[in-house]
T-cell receptor, first 115, second 110 residues
Framework: GAGVSQSPSNKVTEKGKDVELRCDPI?????LYWYRQRLGQGLEFLIY????????KSGLPSDRFSAERTGESVSTLTIQRTQQEDSAVYLC?????????????FGQGTRLTVV | GQSLEQPSEVTAVEGAIVQINCTYQ??????LSWYQQHDGGAPTFLSY????GLEETGRFSSFLSRSDSYGYLLLQELQMKDSASYFC???????????FGAGTRLAVHP
């Protein structure tokens, strides 16, 4: 595809259930980011993947959150035992190379609602 | 860690000029980026400053002072379509991840 693709676009889940969010980056992009954005708030950094290097997981808010990426392809963000405070838009972005200032291209996000 | 401060809201009229400031504290610093986000939309890249000074791209300019840990985004000839949230983001040392500020909501009125 031409851009970053995220699925599903919307997800409603019951408290305590696990959810898996998917991100397909732009082909050839080595860097991939996950962010969380609560309504009317800023982008909260979650995790950063760069090529085959160890990911930077410093933003993951708890051990209920995890993310995987296979090589330079698709990434999945998993939230276990969801809580109501997990309700937010989860944004994925990719960029073509590891260089400061390289433009990050964002997907449209997955809107997660925990009821 | 990193922290960024920017005003929460700015209001301006069409045709005017507005400046959105951003101050940051970070352990290690490569540069400052700016992103625009319309309601319900994805953030889109506007500019990046890796060196001190002014970068101009059409109606938008961005400035950085490393010694003051300060930057700003300048929007000229404001249009209604510029109503959006604007985020500054730092690239800290080490990994080239992006850390965003809380965003400034710009409302442009006729």
């Amino acid at each position: 595809g031409a851009g970053v693709s995220q699925s599903p676009s919307n997800k409603v889940t019951e408290k305590g259930k696990d959810v898996e969010l998917r991100c397909d980056p732009i082909s050839g992009h080595t860097a991939l980011y996950w962010y969380r954005q609560r309504l009317g708030q800023g982008l909260e950094f979650l995790i950063y993947f760069q090529g085959n290097s160890a990911p930077d997981k410093s933003g993951l808010p708890s051990d209920r959150f995890s993310a995987e990426r296979t090589g330079e392809s698709v990434s999945t963000l998993t939230i276990q035992r969801t809580q109501q405070e997990d309700s937010a838009v989860y944004l994925c972005a990719s960029s073509p190379r590891q260089a400061p200032g390289t433009e990050a291209f964002f997907g449209q996000g997955t809107r997660l609602t925990v009821v | 860690g990193q922290s960024l401060e920017q005003p929460s809201e700015v209001t301006a009229v069409e045709g005017a000029i507005v400046q959105i400031n951003c101050t940051y504290q970070t352990s290690g610093f490569y540069g400052l980026s700016w992103y625009q986000q319309h309601d319900g939309g994805a953030p889109t890249f506007l500019s990046y400053n890796g060196l001190d000074g002014l970068e101009e791209t059409g109606r938008f300019s961005s400035f950085l002072s490393r010694s003051d840990s300060y930057g700003y985004l300048l929007l000229q000839e404001l249009q209604m379509k510029d109503s959006a949230s604007y985020f500054c983001a730092v690239t800290p040392g080490g990994y080239n991840k992006l850390i965003f500020g809380a965003g400034t909501r710009l409302a442009v009125h006729p």
